[in-house]
């Protein structure tokens, strides 16, 4: 990329990367200027609300319609995550203060936690995804509904949030208790929360 950038005397370059797998699409963003080398920065999005004007041409096309598929998407997020994958051969990310996952042992749990929602998950799979402050992310379908758990800085001394269709399911009912264990912690949570029970 620098060396394209160079030749072709651009001085600045972005470069956009997406990726599709199991129904889920990621892209994100690079700029790259030509003085600053191999060294880049991870560009973040402008939403614009409104209709795109190529998806407008499109649909006024009728041979294009009928060729093209519009995408849609129950839970949007705009390049704000990446995938990151949580098996034991991985390269952890830098995480940002004193993020729980720092420690070693800690993915160990997060791993755990994955494989046991991924069991309760509609089609068997949970997501880990990682945005831009370096805060964990989990997504998985359960009962057609989107679950989203989210592990925040101060983790594990402070509750994750569990979200269902943008609803928080905190309750009073449901307190967090972490006695050092976080995957023990963590399922005794997610029963208090019922989950499961109000999903059916």
């Excluded at 600045?12 to 003085?35: E, H, K, M, P, W």
């Excluded at 729980?100 to 995804?129: E, G, H, P, R, T």
Aim: some cysteine.
């Amino acid at each position: 990329m620098v060396h394209g950038i160079k030749r072709q005397n651009l001085g600045r370059f972005l470069l956009c990367i997406g990726t599709y797998a199991d129904a889920a699409s990621v892209i994100n963003a690079f700029n790259f200027t030509q003085d600053s080398g191999s060294d880049y920065v991870h560009a973040s999005w402008d939403i614009k609300p409104g209709a795109s004007p190529y998806r407008c041409a499109i649909d006024a096309d009728p041979e294009l319609a009928k060729i093209l598929t519009k995408p849609s998407t129950n839970e949007a997020c705009h390049g704000t995550m990446k995938v990151v994958s949580v098996s034991d051969s991985y390269t952890p990310p830098i995480y940002n203060g004193e993020y729980w996952l720092k420690d070693k042992a800690n993915n160990k749990a997060l791993k755990n936690i994955v494989d046991n929602l991924s069991k309760k998950s509609d089609d068997k799979n949970c997501k880990v995804q990682l945005d831009q402050q370096k805060i964990v992310h989990l997504t998985f379908l359960m009962n057609g509904n989107a679950i989203r758990i989210s592990f925040p800085q101060g983790f594990p001394e402070v509750p994750p949030l569990v979200i269902r269709e943008n609803i928080d399911l905190s309750t009073a009912d449901a307190t967090w208790e972490y006695g050092g264990e976080i995957e023990t912690a963590f399922m005794n949570y997610w029963n208090k929360l019922q989950i499961e029970q109000k999903e059916s």
